[in-house]
């Protein structure tokens, strides 16, 4: 059983910063495709960055060029990062860890980022 865990969300100010994490249990973290997700009220969940297992690392087209949002992966604890600084009153959606592995996939419950203008 894959378990996924967010945390970090909160309430900041636009130009603000979060850190958001994904502690993964139930699996060999290493052996998955990992990736952050958000979604807007009213609209489509999307993808934010991604991570294959061989270590490729794509970001968005929407975060893409913002060199305030990166994403990096500790293999040891099992967990993935979400930073993101100078944050924009549209970067408020819930953000949500995926972890895929042929067919299946696997999502936590996801954690709420709001940015206040």
């Known amino acids: 059983q894959v378990q996924l865990v967010e945390s970090g969300g909160g309430l900041v100010q636009a130009g603000g910063s979060l850190r958001l994490s994904c502690v993964a249990s139930?699996?060999?973290?290493?052996?998955?495709?990992m990736g952050w997700y958000r979604q807007s009220p009213g609209k489509q969940r999307e993808l934010v960055a991604s991570?294959?297992?061989?270590?490729?690392?794509?970001?968005a087209d929407s975060v893409k060029g913002r060199s305030t949002i990166s994403m990096t992966i500790d293999n040891v604890k099992n967990t993935l990062y979400l930073q993101m600084n100078n944050l924009k009153p549209e970067d408020t959606a819930v953000y949500y860890c995926?972890?895929?592995?042929?067919?299946?996939?696997?999502w936590g419950q996801g954690t709420q980022v709001t940015v206040s203008s």
């Open positions: 995926n972890a895929h592995w042929r067919v299946h996939d696997y």
């Open positions: 139930g699996t060999i973290f290493s052996s998955f495709d």
């Open positions: 991570i294959t297992s061989g270590g490729s690392i794509h970001y």
